[in-house]
């Protein structure tokens, strides 16, 4: 291990999804108890769930505490093991950080507690990373896997992890280029051997793609022809997107009934929404889940769409949804005066 | 069923490779006798063992006949799938034409026998068709399956079949801008339905191999202000392939203890050589299969380097290589000189 990247531990790959599931299928095998679990977060991105149902590992699931704006407690990572353990045996966690759908970013701390619960825990670490280039609430930060366990010293020299970037992500936003790549740290050389010949079956990602990580990872330097342009272009983006963030959950807090953590980085807010039992009924007659009854109503009233919470999971009985804030500023502020007026007609409608 | 592509019967794919492994993953289930078999030319390209080997599906081997410039006989399709059918069940057939690495471009008459055989067997077409538009050879003449299905009349119009074609193979050899697509024929709509479900959890194939691809099937009409330029270029790739593909396939055949059918299509030639016991000796004391050993000897001492027979398959006992025909015509005559001269003196050095 060395802080600085070795180019034979690192793979290109089309996104970020599809070295996560090469990866994912390499921690794959097993039957009955012996069946590989691996640990995602809830809510989470649905590529997770989608692979693991592919292929036929168990999904563990720990909840990020939304009272602690998104973070992840151990005792919740504890509590989420020791019961997968009597039914299948649990082989990695998956951390997605800046998150997505929930917009937080972990604390340096917070990562150094994830890290000695895998390595007690012999667990491989996924660290989804795509949204490194994405933080912008202030006194946030974002920390990578690689280098706080680089960091920790010696003993936990020999813990395995995975660090996934993409070019679709960042404040660059190339997401049809379909870049990516995956650093490989602590892997065995065999094993680190066999996803590569796995990988190479299926060819190289797209060329353009490998140009344009390239760039990311090498953005322009001071005393560069378009080193001044690239930073204005780099600062915009990154202080509209704070601005939204906190329009769009300042907003949502000021609603009633509704309630936002603050989004620290990526690209999306993740409200909660507390939803009358006239509401939830009204659901279960349509057959939707009262999140997608909220959503469809929205989007038909208001024409604006957002993405209903049970498709990125959440503890049972809350509801949520996720929205982006990607739009510019004079639409976001459109977008959170109709929703106001929405959600108040809303809860009128289905008010007990 | 129609002549004309319905679109909602096409996915686009990056590169034909992700389209295959996802049609060749819905055809893959069940243990022992009932697990699935998949009938792949041997010679193949190796992404269809690699694919079966990864999903755990039996590979049912066909063997081309290169007595009769690598066409497929109903006669072997029948004893393997007889075979097969002792140990597995055989769901599915896989065509590669214009055939990687055996350059041949079956009949029209051909490819009926073969729909007449996957109809009576109840196989899945898997059509490999990326070689297309690289036909050449005097007579040889590219048809799709999917033509000469519509074409043989409702007896056969409940055959399921999948053609495959990509921005990386024909003339245009954009191999780097990963597009490709897949056209599903007469395929049930719920699993079709699910297949898009499968592939829309890896997101979209590159936007920009998205638009080469349409580029490809969409290539400039008369009248239009590049049509003449293209077909320029277009004549120019076609006619200097088929100079190659000649000058290659006689240049082999003049040699003593080598064979080269006809290339008619695609870009590599695929001779067979006569190798000495002796050669088969010495290469059996460095661990190498005759043929790699013959291909790293050439690659050593003439600087040209050619593709294993073992990698494609191959009957046993009899020794091939893939050679591409893509270099300029003067660097081609330059290879078949050193090709001679080296393979003059490995003879010599290993003749019995």
């Given at each position: 291990m060395g802080e600085f990247p070795q180019p034979n531990n690192i793979m290109l790959s089309a996104g970020a999804s599809e070295a996560i599931r090469a990866v994912v299928k390499l921690l794959v095998s097993g039957e009955g108890k012996d069946r590989a679990g691996i640990m995602i977060p809830i809510?989470?991105?649905p590529l997770y769930s989608a692979t693991l149902s592919e292929f036929d590992a168990v999904q563990i699931n720990y909840f990020l505490n939304e009272d602690a704006d998104w973070s992840l407690g151990t005792e919740e990572l504890q509590r989420s093991i020791d019961e997968a353990r009597k039914h299948c045996n649990p082989r990695a966690i998956c951390i997605i950080n800046p998150g997505n759908p929930t917009g937080q970013v972990l604390s340096r701390q917070n990562i150094e507690e994830i890290i000695k619960f895998a390595h007690k825990e012999r667990l491989f670490i996924c660290a989804?990373?795509?949204?490194?280039?994405?933080v912008y609430a202030k006194g946030a930060e974002f920390h990578s896997f690689k280098k706080v366990l680089t960091e920790m010293?010696?003993?936990?020299?020999?813990q395995e992890l995975a660090s996934f970037h993409s070019t679709?992500?960042?404040?660059?936003?190339?997401?049809?280029?379909r870049g990516g790549y995956c650093e490989l740290v602590n892997v065995d050389p065999g094993i680190q051997a066999q996803l590569f010949k796995l990988v190479s079956a299926k060819l190289c990602p797209t060329v353009t793609g490998q140009a344009v990580m390239d760039v990311v990872v090498n953005p322009p330097q001071k005393g560069e022809p378009s080193y001044d342009l690239f930073m204005e272009e780099k600062s915009f983006v990154l202080s509209t997107l704070a601005e939204k963030a906190k329009l769009v959950a300042d907003g949502f807090n000021s609603v009633e009934g509704v309630t936002c953590n603050t989004?620290?980085?990526?690209m999306y807010s993740f409200p909660q929404i507390h939803l009358p039992k006239k509401a939830i009924e009204a659901a279960k007659k349509q057959n939707l889940s009262p999140d997608a009854f909220y959503a469809t109503h929205f989007l038909e009233e208001a024409g604006v769409c957002i993405v209903p919470g049970s498709g990125f999971g959440q503890r049972e009985g809350t509801f949520h949804f996720r929205m982006t804030i990607l739009p510019p500023v004079d639409k976001i502020k459109e977008v959170m005066d109709r929703f106001k007026k929405f959600h108040t007609k809303f809860m009128e409608t289905y008010s007990d």
């Amino acid at each position: 291990m060395g802080e600085f990247p070795q180019p034979n531990n690192i793979m290109l790959s089309a996104g970020a999804s599809e070295a996560i599931r090469a990866v994912v299928k390499l921690l794959v095998s097993g039957e009955g108890k012996d069946r590989a679990g691996i640990m995602i977060p809830i809510p989470q991105y649905p590529l997770y769930s989608a692979t693991l149902s592919e292929f036929d590992a168990v999904q563990i699931n720990y909840f990020l505490n939304e009272d602690a704006d998104w973070s992840l407690g151990t005792e919740e990572l504890q509590r989420s093991i020791d019961e997968a353990r009597k039914h299948c045996n649990p082989r990695a966690i998956c951390i997605i950080n800046p998150g997505n759908p929930t917009g937080q970013v972990l604390s340096r701390q917070n990562i150094e507690e994830i890290i000695k619960f895998a390595h007690k825990e012999r667990l491989f670490i996924c660290a989804d990373e795509v949204y490194q280039d994405n933080v912008y609430a202030k006194g946030a930060e974002f920390h990578s896997f690689k280098k706080v366990l680089t960091e920790m010293g010696d003993q936990y020299a020999d813990q395995e992890l995975a660090s996934f970037h993409s070019t679709s992500k960042g404040f660059m936003g190339e997401c049809g280029m379909r870049g990516g790549y995956c650093e490989l740290v602590n892997v065995d050389p065999g094993i680190q051997a066999q996803l590569f010949k796995l990988v190479s079956a299926k060819l190289c990602p797209t060329v353009t793609g490998q140009a344009v990580m390239d760039v990311v990872v090498n953005p322009p330097q001071k005393g560069e022809p378009s080193y001044d342009l690239f930073m204005e272009e780099k600062s915009f983006v990154l202080s509209t997107l704070a601005e939204k963030a906190k329009l769009v959950a300042d907003g949502f807090n000021s609603v009633e009934g509704v309630t936002c953590n603050t989004v620290m980085g990526a690209m999306y807010s993740f409200p909660q929404i507390h939803l009358p039992k006239k509401a939830i009924e009204a659901a279960k007659k349509q057959n939707l889940s009262p999140d997608a009854f909220y959503a469809t109503h929205f989007l038909e009233e208001a024409g604006v769409c957002i993405v209903p919470g049970s498709g990125f999971g959440q503890r049972e009985g809350t509801f949520h949804f996720r929205m982006t804030i990607l739009p510019p500023v004079d639409k976001i502020k459109e977008v959170m005066d109709r929703f106001k007026k929405f959600h108040t007609k809303f809860m009128e409608t289905y008010s007990d």
